[in-house]
C-alpha cells in the first residue's frame, strides 16, 4: 500500500499520543528517565515545552494533511490533463499560525533539559523546519507548473516529479517528527507526574492517558499488519483488550460535578468518544476478515476516532 501523508502521520507517530498524553505504567520505574526527580519548575518546564512542540506539529500536520489531498487530486489530474474538470476546485494550502502564549520556542530547549537533550531537540527541530521549508517550495513549483500549463510540453513528466518529491520529503519530514515525539514520550511523561501528582483528578487524567495509547498501539499493529490473515487471532485478541479497558473505566465513577462542575460529562464524553472508536475497529476488523486485506479508508477512519479521543481528553484537561 502506498502511504499517503495521512497514514504516514500514522506509521511513524502514532505510538506517541500527543499533548499531555504519552503513557508508562507507574509500575516501569526502572525506564524512568533522569527527569522524574526533577523539581516541581523544572517539571513544569518540561512540559510546558512538551506542549510548545506538540503545537508546533500539530500546525505542520494540519498543513501536511492538506498537501497530501491536493497531491491526490493532482496525480489524477496530471494522468488525464486533457478533461477539462482535472484542475478545478483545487486550493492552495495554507499554513496557520498557532497562538501560544509560552515564551519557549521550538528552537530553543529549555535549561531544565540536560545539555545532550537540548542538542537532541534543537538539531530535530532544525531537520523538521528545514524539511517543511522545501517541502513548501517544492509544492509553489508544482502550483506554478500546473497554473502555467507547463503539463503540455512535457507530458506531465516535470509535475509528476515533483509529487515524488513532495512524498520523499515527507517521509524525512515525519522522521524528524517521529525523533521529537518519541523523546517527548518519555521526558514528558516523567516530568507530567511530577506535576500531576497531587492532581485531585489525577486518577481520571491517568485512566484516559492509558486509554489512548492503548488505541494508539492498536492502531500502529493495524497499519503495520502485512498479512491480515496471518496476524487476524493477534489483532481480535488486541481488541478484545481495548473493550475490556473501555468497560472497566466507563464503570468508575464520574468526576464530582459539586466539586468539579463539567467533569463528570467531559469524562462520559471521553469514554463514549472511545467506545465510537470501538465500534469503528469492529466494523474494520469484520472488513478485513471478509476481504483478506485492510482498506485504506477503514484505517484513516480509525485515525480520525482516535484524534477524536484527543479532542475529548483535552476537554477534561482544559
Same mark, same amino acid.
Given at each position: 500500500m502506498?502511504?499517503?501523508?495521512?497514514?504516514?502521520?500514522?506509521?511513524?507517530?502514532?505510538?506517541?499520543?500527543?499533548?499531555?498524553?504519552? %503513557?508508562?505504567?507507574?509500575?516501569d520505574?526502572?525506564?524512568k528517565?533522569?527527569?522524574?526527580e526533577? =523539581?516541581n %519548575?523544572?517539571?513544569?518546564?518540561i512540559?510546558?515545552y512538551n506542549?510548545?512542540?506538540?503545537?508546533?506539529?500539530?500546525q505542520?500536520n494540519?498543513?501536511?494533511? @492538506?498537501?497530501?489531498?491536493?497531491?491526490q487530486?493532482?496525480?489524477k489530474?496530471l494522468?488525464? /490533463?486533457?478533461? @477539462?474538470?482535472?484542475?478545478?476546485?483545487?486550493?492552495s494550502?495554507?499554513a496557520?499560525? !498557532?497562538?501560544?502564549?509560552s515564551q519557549?520556542?521550538?528552537?530553543?530547549?529549555?535549561?531544565?533539559?540536560?545539555?545532550?537533550?537540548q542538542?537532541?531537540?534543537?538539531?530535530?527541530?532544525?531537520?523538521l523546519?528545514g524539511?517543511?521549508?522545501?517541502?513548501?517550495?517544492?509544492y509553489k513549483a508544482?502550483? %506554478?507548473?500546473?497554473?502555467?500549463?507547463?503539463?503540455? =510540453?512535457?507530458?506531465?513528466?516535470?509535475? +509528476?516529479?515533483?509529487?515524488? !518529491?513532495i512524498? !520523499? *520529503?515527507?517521509?524525512?519530514y515525519?522522521?524528524?517528527?517521529e +525523533?521529537l515525539?518519541a523523546?517527548?514520550?518519555?521526558i514528558?511523561?516523567?516530568?507530567? @507526574?511530577?506535576?500531576?501528582?497531587?492532581?485531585?483528578?489525577?486518577?481520571y487524567?491517568? $485512566? *484516559?492517558?492509558?486509554?489512548?495509547?492503548?488505541?494508539?498501539?492498536?492502531?500502529?499493529?493495524?497499519?503495520?499488519?502485512?498479512?491480515?490473515?496471518?496476524?487476524?487471532?493477534?489483532?481480535? !485478541?488486541?481488541?478484545?483488550?481495548?473493550?475490556?479497558?473501555?468497560?472497566?473505566?466507563?464503570? #468508575?465513577?464520574? /468526576?464530582d460535578?459539586?466539586?468539579?462542575?463539567?467533569?463528570?460529562?467531559?469524562?462520559k464524553?471521553?469514554?463514549?468518544?472511545?467506545?465510537?472508536?470501538?465500534?469503528?475497529?469492529?466494523?474494520?476488523?469484520r %472488513?478485513?476478515?471478509?476481504?483478506?486485506?485492510? $482498506?485504506?479508508?477503514?484505517?484513516?477512519d480509525?485515525?480520525?476516532?482516535?484524534?477524536? #479521543? @484527543?479532542?475529548?481528553? +483535552?476537554?477534561?484537561? =482544559?
Open positions: 502506498k502511504l499517503t501523508i495521512k497514514l504516514l502521520v500514522l506509521a511513524v507517530a502514532i505510538s506517541f499520543t500527543a499533548c499531555k498524553s504519552g %503513557d508508562k505504567k507507574e509500575s520505574s526502572k525506564e528517565t533522569e527527569y522524574a526533577a =523539581d %519548575d523544572d517539571a513544569n518546564q512540559v510546558e506542549n510548545v512542540l506538540v503545537s508546533l506539529t500539530d505542520n494540519a498543513y501536511l494533511k @492538506r498537501v497530501d489531498e491536493n497531491l487530486k493532482l496525480a489530474g494522468a488525464n /490533463p486533457n478533461d @477539462r474538470f482535472a484542475f478545478i476546485g483545487i486550493v494550502p495554507y496557520s499560525s !498557532s497562538i501560544s502564549h519557549l520556542k521550538p528552537e530553543t530547549p529549555p535549561s531544565a533539559l540536560s545539555s545532550d537533550d542538542k537532541y531537540f534543537k538539531e530535530n527541530v532544525t531537520g523546519n524539511t517543511l521549508a522545501k517541502i513548501k517550495d517544492t508544482l502550483n %506554478d507548473y500546473i497554473k502555467a500549463e507547463d503539463w503540455k =510540453d512535457d507530458k506531465s513528466a516535470k509535475g +509528476n516529479k515533483l509529487i515524488d !518529491s512524498y !520523499s *520529503m515527507s517521509k524525512t515525519y522522521k524528524y517528527d +525523533n515525539l523523546k517527548l514520550e518519555v514528558g511523561d516523567d516530568a507530567e @507526574r511530577i506535576v500531576l501528582k497531587t492532581h485531585p483528578l489525577k486518577e487524567i491517568f $485512566a *484516559m492517558k492509558d486509554d489512548r495509547k492503548a488505541v494508539g498501539d492498536f492502531n500502529k499493529l493495524i497499519i503495520e499488519t502485512k498479512n491480515f490473515k496471518a496476524e487476524e487471532g493477534k489483532i481480535k !485478541s488486541a481488541y478484545e483488550t481495548l473493550v475490556a479497558q473501555n468497560t472497566k473505566h466507563t464503570e #468508575m465513577a464520574a /468526576p460535578a459539586t466539586k468539579f462542575p463539567s467533569k463528570d460529562g467531559s469524562f464524553n471521553f469514554n463514549e468518544s472511545f467506545k465510537d472508536y470501538l465500534i469503528e475497529a469492529k466494523k474494520t476488523i %472488513d478485513a476478515s471478509a476481504s483478506g486485506k485492510l $482498506a485504506e479508508s477503514d484505517l484513516e480509525l485515525i480520525r476516532k482516535h484524534d477524536y #479521543m @484527543r479532542t475529548t481528553y +483535552n476537554y477534561f484537561v =482544559d
